[in-house]
């Protein structure tokens, strides 16, 4: 009988240690695939497609996940290279995000001196063909510790195109794909290893259209209006704004069309408008002083205006509940170590850099100490929209060689090497390990949920900042 009663004692006692062992051998296996991993992330890497353009890329992922028991929905909320991949039933709902997007004009071969990759104007310089593969990785790893372990829960894979400048997420968190998902884990490639409770900055933009009457600017000028002239005044106007906007505030322009002969009076002028600040709420408002600025200039110049809105994302919320298990796995997982020709690679690099940034290599085997900085990162990401919707965290790993800066030849040519591939699979590593301690724990999943609310607030209701617009499918044609 005493024994009997020991029997419940002892079961647990190894279903704690099958399960511990489970995530090791699941480990175990990740790493085994790295090859695998590291192949199919180099196809994506000289597929090098841009965003929205990425069929081949999402298909790639797809075809991985779904060869690994995964339910794929592809084409979700109408983007065609979007698609969502399930496996498992029931709560807790843990979500990955992969993205795969490159971006254009920054082709480089995998060598350590500036040089085009032949046949190809683009280049995954912000090391979105790492990103997308580690989370597949993951997520496949996730499913095999959800099988052996026989727990109950969801894993499900985003595939989100279009980070860069397409805002490919807001889409689908505006379609309520990430409505029932308890916590979700991303990661982005790096010159470092990290994970913090960080923020960035929300951004709004939109192409201001003047529309003006053309006509001989010397011999009939009086029957002109310059819609030129109206993209001046909108932008003399918002230039003095800056003066009396909260100080964190950015606003940038570029003008996309200003005329084609200064012998005629331009009769369309457009105007390219970003405003961002920490805040989703103060993007609102100064955007909507932005509108004005160009409504007054279309009256003061007689000329008529429109604008369309491109993009919009939220600032990132940071979920410090979720992103201190991820510093903690990651300092297990450790940073990279490079093999003796890597690092030659990493130094050739590394002397190309200018040379406030040429660092010590070893940081790419160091972990950095877990943060909360006030101060957001000064750029932004769809990953923020999620991160309203959902508990989210992520961190970075040292995908590039350390003082490397994202969108540079540098990052395209690590991102092509060994060195790439190491840092993925840290990433994918640390995600796997932290997604198991997320199906095992629930009392850290309402913890989380009880940041983003208080984070959040309690009158927040999610509104899209780029609005109802439809995913700008031709926005790099
Ligand atoms: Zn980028
Ligand atoms: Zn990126």
Redesign the pocket.
């Known amino acids: 009988m005493r024994y009997l009663l020991l029997l419940p004692l002892l079961l647990s006692a190894f279903l704690t240690f099958a399960q511990s062992d489970n995530s090791a051998t699941v480990l175990k296996q990740l790493d085994a695939q790295t090859d695998h991993y590291g192949d199919i992330a180099h196809q994506i890497w000289e597929l090098a497609e841009l965003g929205y353009k990425e069929e081949q890329s999402s298909l790639l992922l797809q075809a991985e996940l779904k060869q690994a028991g995964f339910t794929i929905e592809a084409g979700v909320a109408d983007i065609p290279t979007a698609f969502v991949a399930s496996y498992g039933s029931g709560k807790p709902v843990i979500g990955l995000l992969a993205e795969y997007d490159a971006l254009p004009g920054v082709s480089q071969a995998a060598v350590p001196e500036k040089k085009n990759r032949e046949g190809s104007q683009a280049g995954h310089a912000?090391g979105h063909h790492l990103f997308g593969t580690a989370s597949a990785a993951s997520a496949i790893a996730l499913k095999e510790w959800l099988m052996s372990s026989g727990r109950s829960g969801t894993v499900r894979l985003y595939g989100t195109p279009a980070e860069?400048g397409g805002a490919g997420k807001v889409y689908m968190v505006r379609a309520g794909l990430f409505d029932d998902v308890d916590a979700v884990l991303n990661w982005h490639p790096s010159d470092k290893n990290g994970a913090d409770a960080s923020s960035t900055l929300a951004n709004k933009s939109a192409k201001f259209r003047f529309y003006g009457i053309a006509s001989h600017a010397a011999a009939a000028p009086q029957f002109g209006r310059s819609a030129l002239d109206g993209v001046e005044a909108m932008n003399h106007m918002v230039n003095m704004m800056r003066e009396h906007v909260p100080e964190t505030t950015r606003i940038h322009y570029v003008i996309t069309s200003g005329g084609e002969a200064p012998n005629v009076v331009p009769a369309f002028a457009e105007v390219f408008y970003y405003v961002r600040h920490p805040q989703m709420r103060e993007v609102k408002n100064i955007f909507n002083r932005v509108v004005k600025a160009a409504e007054g200039a279309a009256l003061g110049t007689g000329t008529t205006m429109d604008f369309e809105v491109i993009h919009g994302s939220f600032n990132l919320l940071p979920n410090e509940t979720l992103t201190r298990v991820v510093h903690k796995h990651l300092e297990t997982v450790g940073g990279v170590t490079y093999t003796a020709e890597e690092e030659a690679f990493a130094k050739k690099i590394s002397a190309t850099l200018p040379e406030a940034k040429q660092t010590d290599l070893s940081a790419a085997q160091e972990v950095q100490p877990f943060s909360a900085p006030e101060k957001p990162y000064s750029a932004s990401t769809d990953v923020g929209d999620v991160s309203w919707a959902v508990p989210t965290t992520a961190l970075r790993t040292a995908t590039w060689v350390p003082g490397t800066s994202?969108?540079s030849w540098q990052a395209v040519a690590a991102g092509g090497t060994s060195i790439g591939t190491k840092g993925m699979m840290v990433a994918a590593k640390t995600m796997t390990l932290t997604g198991i301690e997320f199906f095992q724990n629930p009392e850290l999943l309402a913890k989380a949920k009880a940041e983003l609310d208080r984070r959040r607030g309690a009158d927040f209701k999610y509104e899209a900042l780029l609005g109802d617009r439809k995913p700008p499918l031709d926005y790099r044609d």
């Open positions: 912000c860069e994202p969108h």
